[in-house]
Structure formats: structure tokens, C-alpha cells
């Protein structure tokens, strides 16, 4: 089966029908195919495991994630806190051709599907000018903006707002939109499979106009950081494996050029309309509030 986000395609093998019923929010992205691959990945083959420190160890969410890294590839160990054991991925240098050890014998190779999906879909598309950023993003007509800051910082409740309070203001992407540079240059938002824990899975994107960096404080002021500042907010937002240089220059690039493209602003904000009248100001400037 194929699926498109943020225009890249990409194949997966598998049961059709028994991956969207435990995986609905991959059905929006459902493609028929398309020339230029971005990865395959397929499953149940017989991966060995690692007994060596790895390079990355992560505890995200409940998930311990695991990876080796090697002149071949990537090696990865996943399990979270409803299974003992580990599922594992192995990637080549790119990230073109990725295979699992999942059977799915139970839900929760599911789940796991889903994470593996995220992260091959982060490091293959670094080479595609294309980065997957912790954030929200909203949209009104063909304009956008993103919301990016620490767990906490009102990513989520500024979206909330800007629904409430901007006419005709739809929600992109609660946790993990995909931002690209396309080939004629233009930025643009993209609504992808993986949102956390709000249900919008949309195949929609918008024009990126303006990056607001989140942090609560008792009165509402916009400030514009220096160059190196917001490229530095913009790296500390984006999903990558550190360590590897491979995948990190990629991404590290794209957001140097986003970063001097698109402006970048820390939002001190309360959560109230008045903060969005400050915000959705710097986008949309002749747009009146409800």
C-alpha cells in the first residue's frame, strides 16, 4: 500500500484493510503510488539484536527507544510500557529501505507500526528538505502558523483560541506537522498521520508565514529574536537523532534556510484573546478577529 504526506510518497507492505482499522489516521493519506519512492518498508523478518551500549537511548512518552548506528544504517529497539519485549527496525543510510521484525499478532505491533512509520518517515524525508516539528498548526485559507515550545508551553490552547477567535481558521496538525521547502521554493505547513492526542489527521497544507515560540508569562508581548536565536528555537522543535550527522546536517540545513525565510517570534502570552489578536496580528494584519 502507498501513502502520500506532505507530497512524498512512500510503500508499505501489509494487510490493507487490518492496517487502517487499528491505523484510521493513516487512511486521509492513502495514495495509488508514484515514481519517486521516499522509502518501502516491510515486515517480519529476523532482525538481530543488539548486547552493545547504544548511541541513543530516549525515554519519550512512556516509549524507550534505542538506536545503533552504524556505517549500514540504523538499528532500533522499541517497546513501551504494554509489552516486555522489543520490536526492532533496521534502515539503510538513507532511510530508502526499512524492514521490521513486527508480526502483528498483536494490537500493539499496531502501535508500534505507527512510531516506526514516524520515524522512518522524519529521517527519509531529511533528504527531501522536509522536517517533522513538535508543534500546532493552524491554517486560514492558503496563510499558516505554528506554535512550537516545551510540553506545556500552550501550543495546543493558542491553536484553541485562534479556532475560536479567527474567522475561518481550521486546525493543520496538533503535534507533528511536516514543514518543507518545495521545489520552486516556496515553505509551506503540512498536516501529517501523527498529531498526539488530538484526532486531525488531515491531507491539507498551508503557506508557513510566521513560527511563534510559546512561553507563558503574566502579560501578552511579542519579541522577534536575533537570526541565530530562532534558528536555534527551530532546532530544539525539530524530531532528529542528534548523534548521527548523516540525517542532522540534512535537517540542520533545511531549517537554517527556513529559518531565514520565515520569521520567528517568542509569544510571552496569557491564554486569551488578546494574545491571539497579538499573534494572528504579524499574519494576517488586514483580517479582522470575530
Not at 515514481?35 to 547504544?54: C, Y
Not at 516556496?186 to 488531515?202: D, H, Q
Not at 542532522?248 to 520567528?264: C, G, M, N, Y
Request: aromatic share 10%; with cysteine; net charge negative.
Amino acid at each position: 500500500m502507498w501513502f502520500k504526506v506532505a507530497n512524498l510518497h512512500f510503500e508499505m507492505e501489509g494487510n490493507e484493510a487490518e492496517v487502517l482499522r487499528f491505523l484510521p489516521n493513516l487512511r486521509p493519506f492513502l495514495s495509488g503510488g508514484a515514481p519517486d519512492r521516499l522509502f518501502h518498508m516491510s515486515h517480519g523478518h529476523t532482525l538481530a539484536g543488539h548486547e552493545g551500549i547504544p548511541d541513543v537511548e530516549e525515554h519519550i512518552n512512556g516509549k524507550h527507544i534505542r538506536i545503533w548506528l552504524s556505517a549500514e544504517g540504523y538499528d532500533i529497539g522499541f517497546s513501551s510500557g504494554r509489552t516486555s519485549s522489543a520490536s526492532k527496525l533496521h534502515a539503510d543510510r538513507d532511510w530508502k529501505q526499512i524492514e521490521t521484525d513486527l508480526s502483528f499478532a498483536r494490537s500493539e505491533d499496531y502501535e508500534t507500526l505507527n512510531d516506526f512509520l514516524m520515524l522512518a518517515f522524519t529521517y527519509s524525508a531529511a533528504f527531501a528538505r522536509t522536517v517533522l516539528v513538535h508543534a500546532s498548526c493552524v491554517a486560514v485559507d492558503d496563510d499558516g502558523a505554528a506554535f512550537i515550545g516545551q510540553s506545556g508551553a500552550g501550543k495546543s490552547t493558542h491553536s484553541r483560541l485562534w479556532l475560536g477567535h479567527v474567522p475561518g481558521c481550521r486546525l493543520l496538525n496538533d503535534d507533528q506537522p511536516a514543514v518543507q521547502i518545495s521545489p520552486v521554493g516556496e515553505i509551506r505547513i503540512f498536516g501529517t498521520p501523527w498529531s498526539g492526542k488530538t484526532p486531525c489527521y488531515r491531507q491539507d497544507s498551508a503557506r508557513l508565514m510566521a513560527f511563534f515560540r510559546m512561553r507563558q508569562a503574566v502579560a501578552n508581548r511579542l519579541v522577534r529574536p536575533a537570526p541565530i536565536e530562532a534558528f536555534r528555537l527551530l532546532l530544539e522543535s525539530a524530531s532528529m537523532i542528534g548523534r548521527d550527522s548523516h540525517t542532522f546536517e540534512a535537517i540542520t540545513r533545511t531549517l537554517a534556510e527556513i529559518a531565514s525565510r520565515v520569521p520567528v517570534y517568542v509569544l510571552e502570552n496569557r491564554p486569551e484573546e488578546a494574545a491571539v489578536r497579538l499573534s494572528s496580528g504579524q499574519v494576517f494584519a488586514s483580517k479582522p478577529l470575530r
